[in-house]
């Protein structure tokens, strides 16, 4: 089974849209979702053209906030700082990765943990291994959201994470285990990793490198979860997945491009309705 992530992102998508019609007339104004990128990277400039058309489906307000190379990380951070003291402002998104002379980490810590749609504050974080409410990061989330929507048992199964980035591979091990998975987090250092990969009922692949995955190193019949996105010489896009080799072996499989992508935007949109009700709620109850 192919895993159609871009028609399961647009559904998400829809009942955002529905949501926000709603919201908007109990809460007399839209959600609003600030995006900033600094410098003209072109992997960048095309993933928060997406976004921004993803906001204006779901109906909400914001700005794009475009900042030459050249913008000092003090400046970056002046203007997050009056994102973060605009009440009409409920998500802030600082698109990575940022130029050489900026401290990413300090970008995220100057986000305002309740309006951090990333998920990256180490608030939220912290809230997340603590099994607390919070914000969760999108791409982890748009993973969980494909099993779910595939059909895939978590429980008692064997998951193995290759990549243990902040980002993807550390989060989305904490979901599954939460889902009761027996998980391995596994990486592109790892002794043997064919052997590892092969006991996976659940592979979810994030470690960069184009076509990494063999059909050789997949359980017959595994869901295999492919994060990866790499241009390739020819200027093609591919996973990190063999996805010719792979498809013939696994029970379910995510393409790329249509795969993980769709749904990390789709639970953007999601986590900026979430912060956006929760601030609206705390609002209207101190009135």
Same mark, same amino acid.
């Given at each position: *089974?192919?895993?159609?992530? $871009?028609?399961? /992102? ?9 949501? %926000? ?14 995006? &900033? ?26 700005? !794009? ?22 009440? *009409? ?6 698109? !990575?990765?940022?130029? $050489?002379?900026? #401290?990413?980490?300090? %970008?995220?810590?100057? &986000? ?28 982890? *989330?748009?993973? *969980? ?16 994470? @290759? ?18 998975? =027996? @998980? ?7 002794? #043997? ?12 692949? /994030? ?16 869901? %295999? &979860? ?10 093609? &896009? /591919?996973?990190?997945? #063999?996805?010719?080799? %792979? ?16 749904? =990390? ?23």
């Amino acid at each position: *089974m192919i895993i159609d992530g $871009k028609a399961i /992102a647009q559904q998400l998508k829809d009942e955002v849209r529905e949501q %926000v019609e709603t919201l908007t007339k109990q809460y007399g104004r839209k959600p609003c979702l600030d995006v &900033i990128i600094v410098g003209e990277n072109p992997a960048s400039m095309s993933y928060v053209k997406s976004k921004i058309k993803a906001t204006e489906y779901c109906g909400f307000d914001g700005e !794009l906030i475009q900042l030459p190379e050249s913008t000092s990380q003090d400046e970056l951070l002046r203007i997050i700082r009056s994102r973060n003291e605009n009440e *009409m402002v409920d998500g802030i998104l600082v698109q !990575l990765p940022l130029p $050489k002379h900026i #401290d990413e980490q300090s %970008v995220i810590e100057a &986000i305002a943990q309740e309006k951090d749609v990333d998920g990256f504050h180490p608030t939220n974080v912290a809230k997340l291994w603590l099994n607390q409410e919070t914000i969760v990061p999108c791409t982890p *989330m748009g993973i *969980m959201a494909l099993l779910a929507k595939s059909g895939t048992p978590l429980e008692g199964r064997h998951a193995v994470v @290759v990549g243990r980035s902040n980002i993807v591979g550390k989060p989305i091990a904490k979901l599954l285990l939460d889902k009761n998975c =027996t @998980v391995t987090i596994a990486h592109s250092r790892t002794a #043997d990793l064919g052997a590892i990969c092969r006991e996976a009922d659940i592979l979810v692949v /994030a470690v960069g490198k184009a076509k990494m995955i063999k059909g050789d190193m997949v359980k017959p019949g595994a869901t %295999v &979860i492919d994060v990866g996105i790499n241009r390739m010489e020819d200027g093609k &896009i /591919a996973g990190d997945v #063999d996805f010719d080799s %792979v498809a013939p072996v696994a029970g379910a499989i995510t393409p790329v491009p249509g795969g993980v992508g769709p749904m =990390t935007i789709s639970m953007l949109m999601y986590n900026t309705l979430k912060c956006y009700n929760r601030r609206m709620s705390n609002l209207c109850a101190n009135q």
